[in-house]
Nanobody
Framework: VQLQASGGGLVQAGESLRLSCTAP????????MGWYRQTPGVQRDLVAR???????NYADSVKGRFTISRDNAKNTVYLQMNSLKPEDTAVYYC???????????WGHGTQVTVSS
């Protein structure tokens, strides 16, 4: 399963970015999708997650600033990131989880850098 992530870049604090991740259409609508991020020497942490039914959850650090959404017609999950802070700087990874059979897939990372 290949996940195609895009949208990272270099922005200043307070600006916005939108990440996108496209998955195969045959499984996307059944999958729970998530965005994780990782900085050097730190474990990969959940940023936001959206279930196949549209339920969402967020890391406390991004609540009110980030929004995860999905477009099943386009097989794409988005992460809208507003009011970015330097501490949001990380490599962001797209994740796809299927419940039956239980399986877990990762996209390549996309770098987000927020300058102060």
């Amino acid at each position: 399963v290949q996940l195609q992530a895009s949208g990272g870049g270099l922005v200043q604090a307070g600006e916005s970015l939108r990440l996108s991740c496209t998955a195969p259409g045959s499984i996307f609508r059944f999958a729970d999708m998530g965005w994780y991020r990782q900085t050097p020497g730190v474990q990969r942490d959940l940023v936001a997650r959206i279930t196949s039914g549209g339920n969402t959850n967020y890391a406390d650090s991004v609540k009110g600033r980030f929004t995860i959404s999905r477009d099943n017609a386009k097989n794409t999950v988005y992460l809208q990131m507003n009011s970015l802070k330097p501490e949001d700087t990380a490599v962001y990874y797209c994740n796809l989880q299927l419940r039956i059979p239980r399986s877990d897939y990762w996209g390549h990372g996309t770098q987000v850098t927020v300058s102060s």
